[in-house]
C-alpha cells in the first residue's frame, strides 16, 4: 500500500510540475527570433494607415518561420 502511495503522490508532482512549466517553455528561442523579426517587418507600416496590411505582413512571416501567431 506504502509504495502505491508513493507511486501516486510521485506521478501528481510530476503532473504538477509540468503543468506549471508548460507556459515558460512556451517562447523557444525560434519563436521568439520570429516574433521580433516579423514585428520589426510589420512595424514599418502604421497602424493608422496600413493596419490590415500589418496584420497580414506580421501573420505571412509567423507563417514562414513555421510559428503560429
Do not use: N
Amino acid at each position: 500500500m506504502q509504495r502505491i502511495s508513493k507511486t501516486l503522490a510521485v506521478l501528481a508532482l510530476g503532473l504538477a510540475v509540468s503543468t506549471v512549466a508548460t507556459p515558460s517553455f512556451a517562447m523557444s528561442g525560434a519563436r521568439a527570433g520570429a516574433v521580433h523579426s516579423c514585428t520589426k517587418q510589420a512595424g514599418k507600416l502604421k497602424q493608422y494607415v496600413w493596419g490590415d496590411h500589418q496584420i497580414a505582413k506580421y501573420r505571412t512571416c509567423m507563417t514562414k518561420h513555421a510559428q503560429r501567431e
